[in-house]
């Protein structure tokens, strides 16, 4: 299972160091210790954690691309059978759900907690207004 340090946390959330380590203090989020003696959060319980917050971080992969549209989240959820597969992810207060091929998640290693970009390019975008 993927682990996240408290830096990453803080990152991934939009918030600073010191209130990753508040929201732990205060059993909101749950911190072991890695290998190497650091604190981590695990990645399931960041994914279910991160699915009630409202902010996006930025884009860790620095790849540039001519769709604008980007979501940086965590999974949430695989439902994959032999064929297909429904990837969710929370990417901020945004739900994005991905249809796939099982062989894509197998191969990009998707499961709850990890870390993703949802890249979305539309040739058709529907505005409403109230």
């Keep these: 299972m993927p682990q996240f340090r408290l830096s990453e946390v803080a990152r991934l959330t939009g918030v600073s160091d010191d209130t990753v380590r508040r929201w732990v203090r205060a059993g909101e989020l749950t911190a072991s210790e890695d ?3 650091r604190k981590v959060v695990d990645g399931e319980q960041l994914a279910a954690f991160v699915k009630a917050q409202h902010e996006a971080p930025p884009d860790p992969s620095g790849i540039g691309r001519s769709a604008r549209n980007r979501f ?3 999974v949430t959820s695989v439902l994959a059978d032999r064929v297909m597969a429904q990837v969710e992810m929370q990417c901020g207060p945004h739900r ?3 249809l796939m091929s099982s062989e894509a998640v197998d191969e990009l290693g998707l499961r709850p907690g990890v870390l993703a970009v949802a890249v979305v390019k539309a040739t058709h975008v ?3 207004t109230p």
């Design 35 to 37: 290998a190497a003696g």
């Design 72 to 74: 940086v989240g965590l």
């Design 96 to 98: 994005i759900v991905s």
């Design 126 to 128: 529907v505005v409403e």
